[in-house]
């Protein structure tokens, strides 16, 4: 399949347009989030749908190499553990 990346973009995103109207989202390992019990967590993962299937579509159409790709992953998610442990740190002080 020439563009596995672009095809499952647009999956993602149709995912989270669907999952946005239903009001209720699928996280793995987690189950189903709900709306109106938990908004800040279902808004994170209909966010995490939406960036995915963007950045997959940009992999596709600037068809950037996969090292590139890698790096930044690397980085985004060193970036998100540095942001957790300072948070953490944070609230232990309190």
Known sequence: MPHGWLVFGVCLIFLG???????ESYEK???????????KEFWLSIVGYYLTGISCIVIDVFDLPLE????????????HLVYL???WVIRQKR
């Open 85 to 87: 442990l300072t948070r």
């Open 17 to 23: 347009v669907i999952y946005t109207c239903m009001g």
């Open 68 to 79: 590139f790709v890698l790096a930044v992953l690397f980085v985004v998610i060193l970036l």
């Open 29 to 39: 390992f987690h189950g189903w989030i709900y709306r109106s019990k938990e908004p």
